[in-house]
């Protein structure tokens, strides 16, 4: 066994997952991260069942669920007239996972429990305000420096796995293009304690269809675990933050959304580009590329985070088999030819479906993409159907039969 460890870059849920994944196979393994705490805004929350699978095999499930929210439905809407088109329950799932159902988790608290967890293992390293600003990969090792507040070190470990968002440096490092496109529009996210749900039967996933204004509106538990809802919208392409951000603007967003007596209480607002983009490889010799470093989408269908962790387990289960002994180095290949394709057919081209059926325009075009909708929630086959892609169960299987 190579007794250099694997380094990480990046100390989101996705570096995390990877890190308690190798360690657990007693692999030693140095992890950093440049920020000096995890980041805590509200980003990704949705987990889905594929997910749910993995974590549970790394002991975070049990975490997550008491963390988090168990939301076996979600519904689409139509929001001009605020009707319910159609509503999709994992139920159906009970023969296909062991968990079929979605977990609201804010993707924080699975980094934070992942952390936790890896203070069990003295073969792990963790390190903040510690940034990954330069590579020298080698034909038998992968030298980076690290930026400290003591100043700038080399690490040597036997391979390097990139983590480090959206904006990677790792990825640039390396030359590996983004490719892809960003979209003219900002998403706004809004977050409130206001109750969707038991003023208008809101499931805590709902989708809103509409050719002017599309939204989504989720519910997480929220620190406190009283429950909060986070209200998604598009922002007009040239609008400035403060045009979309004041209090006002905030405020006629979501009486329009839905009218209601008072103002409405808004814990959080942040607006973000968004961006549909693959890097062109996920792999260069002994440097990998893991979550929105590798991939980014928009996020509706909540895909992102989720890929993010069927990234970081494939990976693992490769490195530590390689490491090990059990499996030759040629077969670290399989991770680009499975995770690249798997992202480009089941990630993006399902959220950008996913954002132009909210989106659409055309009357006609709208209640067709309705009736389809109803016709997969009344059929049990194609409810199961729909439901296994949604949830990324079907990528899942698929890879594993061709394992």
């Keep these: 066994m190579d007794s250099?460890?694997?380094l990480i870059a990046g100390g989101g849920p996705v570096g995390i997952v990877t890190a308690l994944a190798l360690a657990q196979r007693g692999i030693p393994v140095r992890l950093f991260e440049a920020a000096e705490a995890v980041n805590e805004a509200p980003r990704a929350s949705t987990l889905h069942p594929a997910t749910l699978e993995m974590l549970s095999a790394v002991g975070l499930l049990d975490d997550a669920v008491a963390q988090g929210l168990v939301a076996r439905t979600f519904q689409f809407w139509d929001r001009p007239t605020r009707r319910v088109v159609a509503e999709f329950d994992h139920a159906i799932l009970k023969d296909d996972t062991p968990y079929p159902f979605v977990v609201q988790c804010e993707q924080h608290k699975i980094a934070k429990m992942g952390l936790e967890r890896l203070k069990a293992f003295p073969h792990v390293e963790v390190t903040f305000n510690a940034s990954?600003?330069?590579i020298a990969p080698h034909d038998d090792r992968v030298n980076i420096t690290v930026e400290t507040a003591s100043g700038s070190k080399t690490v040597s470990g036997s391979y390097l796995v990139g983590a480090d968002g959206g904006r990677s440096t790792v990825r640039k490092a390396l030359g590996i293009d983004?490719?892809?496109?960003?979209?003219?529009?900002?998403f706004l996210v809004l977050t409130t304690p206001f109750d969707f749900a038991g003023e208008h039967g809101v499931a805590y996933r709902a989708y809103f269809s509409d050719p002017d204004e599309w939204a989504n509106l989720f519910k997480v538990a929220g620190d406190d675990h009283k429950g909060r809802w986070r209200a998604v919208f598009p922002a007009l392409p040239g609008q400035t933050d403060d045009e979309v951000l004041n209090p006002a603007a905030t405020e006629a967003r979501l009486q329009k959304f839905f009218p209601k007596s008072g103002t409405y209480d808004i814990f959080h607002r942040n607006i973000y580009n968004v961006h549909q983009r693959v890097a062109a490889s996920f792999r260069k010799g002994r440097v990998f590329l893991a979550g929105d470093s590798a991939h980014v989408n928009n996020p509706i269908g909540g895909l992102g985070l989720n890929c993010g962790v069927h990234d970081a387990t494939q990976l693992a289960s490769l490195l530590s088999a390689v490491t090990l002994g059990e499996r030759p180095e040629a077969d670290l290949a399989q991770y680009d030819a499975?995770?690249?394709?798997?992202?480009?057919?089941?990630?993006?081209?399902q959220t950008i479906a996913n954002k132009k059926r909210l989106e659409e325009k055309d009357p006609a075009k709208r209640e067709a993409n309705f009736e389809q909708l109803r016709r997969n929630a009344a059929d049990p086959v194609a409810h199961r159907a729909f439901l296994m892609r949604t949830s990324l169960l079907e990528s899942v299987r698929r890879k594993d039969s061709a394992a």
């Design 4 to 6: 250099r460890p694997i």
């Design 338 to 349: 499975v995770r690249r394709p798997m992202n480009i057919e089941y990630v993006q081209q």
């Design 132 to 134: 990954v600003n330069a």
């Design 178 to 186: 983004f490719e892809g496109y960003t979209f003219p529009e900002r």
